[in-house]
């Protein structure tokens, strides 16, 4: 089966496909699409809270999800010792043909062994948590790869205005768990992800959850679409 349409729509970008674009499935919105030149952003393209988070980097820092690898290059090229990971085998083709110098092809829940100052989660990177016991999970496994004192940069939204009426009353399902678990489906050419559940976070929440669970939780920075930039810390 074709399931990596990320990674080859990257790839064929690099080939020369500049105007490539992946459609995005989701069980809250309309069918959406992303161009895939956005993917390969340069620094000074970036917004204003990626920028902090790169600059917030601090010791080894392992970039997960790390997609096309913009973020994982601008840390290379800041001089910083940075590994990038993802499961995509197209993205890390991707990134190996850029010029990334450190790519891990693995699921996060497998690397063992390696610790690292910083972990870094842009672009709703804290999202592969998939769900609140998701959230539990990931939390657990990341002390095992952070030294003492390390820090998870993370990117998340609260999408509580996707349920507001015209007239700002929000309507929730209080049965239908919580309202920032998403469904997913990438599609490009003959490609498909294949449905998958994405997390979008409520910061206060997510401190909640990052308290019990050892971590000192700081606001960064709060975006213009309701998204922001935090930073849990181990004790």
């Not at 917030?56 to 800041?78: N, S, Y």
Request: proline fraction near 2%.
């Amino acid at each position: 089966m074709n399931n990596d349409p990320i990674g080859t729509a990257m790839l064929d970008y690099l080939a020369g496909a500049k105007d490539a674009e992946i459609t995005v499935e989701s069980n809250l919105a309309e069918d959406d699409c992303i161009p895939v030149d956005y993917l390969f952003r340069e620094v000074a393209e970036m917004p204003e809270l990626e920028q902090l988070a790169i600059n917030t980097c601090r010791g080894a820092v392992l970039d997960i999800g790390a997609g096309a690898g913009c973020h994982t290059l601008a840390l290379q090229q800041a001089g910083k010792n940075v590994t990038a990971l993802d499961i995509s085998a197209g993205a890390v083709e991707a990134m190996k043909q850029q010029g990334v110098q450190q790519v891990l092809h693995q699921d996060i829940y497998t690397l063992k062994g390696q610790h690292y100052d910083t972990l870094l989660m842009l672009m709703n990177g804290i999202g592969i948590a998939g769900n609140l016991l998701g959230l539990e999970r990931f939390l657990k496994h990341a002390k095992l790869l952070l030294k003492p004192g390390g820090q998870i940069l993370l990117e998340s939204s609260d999408i509580l205005y996707m349920y507001e009426d015209e007239d700002g009353s929000v309507l929730l399902d209080l049965n239908a768990g919580y309202y920032g678990e998403v469904k997913y489906n990438m599609k490009y050419k003959d490609h498909e992800s294949g449905w998958f559940n994405w997390l979008f976070i409520d910061p206060s929440i997510l401190e909640d959850y990052a308290v019990e669970h050892g971590y000192v939780f700081e606001m960064l920075q709060e975006g213009e679409a309701g998204n922001y930039l935090a930073r849990l810390r181990l004790n």
